[in-house]
């Protein structure tokens, strides 16, 4: 086995570790709320459609569960236009932050499916 030292003075520590979320590098943290609500609603059981969110670049971003009235929520992004897709229905929104204004447009929804791929 290979001695390498004390690597923990040679790597540099993450953004992270300094307290800053992972996609808000850019900007300072702003209390930024994406709500898309209008989701297919759980409705109890094993099938749950969480609603899955990519950069523009197609890079996951992160997951919501939707709940009983059709919410989807994730917080505090860096300036963009990001897209969400919600599994297995075919729903998919793209969503534009700016400072602390979020828009969001409803690309497709129930029965035509759009693929959204990740790199």
Known sequence: ???LGDVGY???ASPVFFGAGGFTLV???TNVVIH???ALPYA???QQNPVYFYTQEGTFVERSNVDGSGNAYAYDWDDGVYYAQQVGTGNTW???VVGTVVT???LSSFGTEVVIYSA
Request: proline share 5%; hydrophobic share 50%; charged share 20%.
């Open 1 to 3: 086995m290979a001695s």
């Open 44 to 46: 109890g059981g094993l």
């Open 104 to 106: 969001i447009i409803r």
């Open 27 to 29: 900007k300072a943290p």
């Open 10 to 12: 040679v790597i540099a």
């Open 36 to 38: 898309i609500d209008d």
């Open 94 to 96: 793209q969503i534009t």
